[in-house]
């Protein structure tokens, strides 16, 4: 194995790895290798976490994330313990300094040590509220469990990120233009992040983590289309081409990232449903003959049609079932870390 620990992730000058962005990894492509290598032999470091226990804190919905997960611990030797906190547990506060005479039964300040006291890795997953933006994009809630669990923490999807599923992605792209596609791996893929229509307003999350992760990766031509109205933050996207003309951006595409997300500016607001921004077979045509990806749930013939869902261009399915690969390289470097 050419995989030295500590190399792929960052440890911050506290000693313990956490993994919330892409800016916590130091080398993407030996994380998204060592992920395929799990994948053509998901048991081969059976033992590297016998004796160790990772807590799964869920304070929103999941499958995917939750599953995968803990099928990767479980291939590391862990034990996973799933919480639900956010339907089971004591409802958390997480402001500093607050006066807890509301709805809050627990500060996470003394709840979060406990999690360090039982677990050996904290996993969080929190959604974004999408009605004050600098309250979510300040990261409160896994930020205070990082400040206060004093074990490395990763995130489940957080306000503003979900660095797993890009991971993922990265690994998926690179499996496929491997597999698939050998005739560009000399070259720079062409790589869309395409808005679609949805009847809820949803986090920028997976939008903005993908463009830090394609950004940070570096290996590819990155064009994202939307309507006017729902840029994401420069801070995630600065370096990829931004349109409102989907039509050009899918022009010689090699995958098409279909996503819906909520405006960023005016914060967390339906602006444009227009159905003319779903995906169809006609307009796939315009790619080079395009792989379409999406990190669902999935509303179909809303945000994805099902031509494209059920047709031979998607890669969704591939995706999720590479979630598992890219948290076992994570969890395997963190007890790499830690031991
Ligand atoms: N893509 C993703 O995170 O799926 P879940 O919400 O089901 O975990």
């Known amino acids: ?49 016998l004796n160790k226990r990772i807590g799964l804190l869920f304070l929103n919905p999941s499958m995917r994330t939750r599953l995968s997960t803990q099928i990767a611990a479980q291939n590391l030797g862990m034990e996973a313990i799933v919480f639900n906190v956010g339907s089971e547990g004591w409802a958390l506060e997480f402001e500093d300094e607050a006066i807890m005479s509301g709805n809050k039964v627990e500060h996470v300040k003394d709840a979060a040590p406990i999690m360090g006291k039982y677990f050996d890795i904290l996993c969080i997953r929190t959604f974004p509220s999408l009605k004050n933006r600098e309250d979510d994009y300040s990261e409160l809630y896994i930020n205070q469990f990082i400040k206060y669990a004093g074990i490395p923490v990763v995130s489940l999807e957080s ?4 660095p797993l599923q890009s991971l993922t992605d990265i690994i998926t792209i690179t499996e496929v233009l491997q597999n698939h596609k050998p005739q560009i791996t000399n070259c720079k893929p062409k790589i869309v992040l395409a808005w679609a229509p949805h009847v809820k307003a949803l986090p920028q999350c997976v939008a903005n983590s993908f463009s830090q992760w394609v950004n940070a990766w570096g290996e590819a031509d990155f064009t994202i289309t939307h309507p006017e109205d729902y840029e994401l933050d420069e801070k995630f996207t600065k370096g990829a081409a931004i349109t409102h003309n989907q039509e050009e951006a899918l022009k010689d595409a090699d995958f098409v990232y279909v996503k819906n997300w909520s405006t960023y500016k005016d914060y967390g607001k339906i602006y444009c449903n227009d159905p003319e ?33 059920d047709g031979s261009s998607s890669i969704v399915t591939l995706q999720a079932s590479n979630r598992v690969w890219a948290a076992q390289a994570v969890l395997s470097e963190m007890l790499t870390a830690i031991s």
């Open 277 to 309: 921004w779903m995906l169809t077979n006609e307009k796939l045509s315009l790619t080079s003959n395009a792989k379409v990806m999406h990190c669902l749930p999935v509303r179909r013939n809303v945000e994805l049609s099902d031509e494209i869902l």
């Open 159 to 162: 306000a503003t990120l979900h």
């Open 1 to 49: 194995m050419g995989f030295e620990s500590k190399e792929l992730l960052q440890i911050p000058p506290s000693g313990i790895a956490r993994f919330v962005s892409a800016n916590d990894v130091n080398d993407i492509n030996a994380l998204a290798k060592l992920a395929l290598t799990y994948k053509a032999d998901p048991f081969m470091h059976k033992t590297r976490g």
